[in-house]
């Protein structure tokens, strides 16, 4: 199980999906209408990294952030 | 040095600490970006959401950056809260050198404002909005769209 | 605002008045460079001669400048002995935008540099020796050679 | 008469010039060994405007700042 965290203004809590790999994750928020219109201008970090891959596999354990526009300062 | 504080920041407290800091460190020049929260919009102040995992590495990897020209990076920001004129971000750059000095606190404080994982709300009548149009698509969004 | 004092600067106060006038005028950026006197070449610390009427003349023509921008520009600078580890020099834009503060800090110290007529002096042995080889001759210098 | 002084490093006493323009006050320094070395590098201003033009006549009352290399901060 993947662990996935929605930060700031999305409000959602954090969600447990049985995926392998962003592909797959990515298909399943675009069909969740909590998610889906904020994807676009979300970038995504696995650990705490932020990735550019969607190819990405995923394996059990891994943390995935979806991470809203920002404005700090 | 990171630090992160619940609501408005102390900036006297913390100039004061940091310019200590600074001249132990024998370095000729120390810049500084202060973030004042101005009156516009009817506002009643702004608040804040940090991911601090990822605001770590991001700063750490700016750090990094900052050793090759032996400067040394500072930045201070509130987490929640934050009411008019108070202070919710400061950044600094601490180097030997001028040119090093205003040229990376531009820089640094551009990407900020471009990456760092904090999330801006409009404090009105007592409700939290947030600051969609002020706020900006992390480089690398849309990749699950 | 231009402050000249006899002497190392009281940073912490300085930066304090600073802050509570930057807080007054509503404005969301402050941005400031603080100088701070290195232990290098064996120098005990620095001294600074300047003439008031030019510099005075310099500072007003940047708050002109600055005043296209709705930004003010603060400087603090020392005549006579400044010793290690202390400040001799700040400068700093307050303004409503954060492009206007990091551009207009960048060019108001490097003019500042280049222009403002202050001589700095190595402080050895207890001599003032110019510091010839650092200083910059202002533009338009040669007209009587 | 003008009153020519010399600032910072050059340490001499202001003295008074009967001069009428710039040009004739630049003849009489370069010919003086305290000042000639100084002028390449010395920008020079009237009644505190720095200015660029040798033609400039001077009048009685005058005043010529001589502005060696300058290095604040």
Known sequence: MV????????????????????????????????FSKWLENCAVALNDEIVYDLNLN??????????PPVCGG | MLEIYKGALEVKEIESRWLDLAISQNCGAFIKFVGIVR??????????????PILERWFESWQ??????????FMAHSEG??????????????SPKRRVALELID?????????????????????????????TAIKGSGLLA
Chains 1, 4 share one sequence.
């Open chain 1, 58 to 67: 995923l394996k059990d354990g891994d943390k995935v952030t979806i991470l």
């Open chain 2, 39 to 52: 009156d516009e919009n009817s506002i009643e102040g702004l608040s804040f959401d940090i991911y601090r």
């Open chain 2, 107 to 135: 820089e640094f404080v551009e990407d900020f404002k471009a990456s760092a994982p904090i999330w801006k709300y409009d404090l009105v009548g007592g409700e939290r909005i947030y600051a969609k149009d002020r706020s």
């Open chain 1, 3 to 34: 662990e996935v965290s929605f930060l700031g203004p999305i409000q959602e809590e954090p969600i447990s999906y049985d995926v392998s790999n962003l592909k797959e994750l990515s298909l399943i928020l675009k069909k969740d209408e909590r």
């Open chain 2, 64 to 73: 990094k950056r900052a050793d090759e020209n032996k400067a040394k990076l």
């Open chain 2, 81 to 94: 809260d934050v009411l008019l004129g108070q202070s919710s971000y400061i950044a600094g750059v601490l």
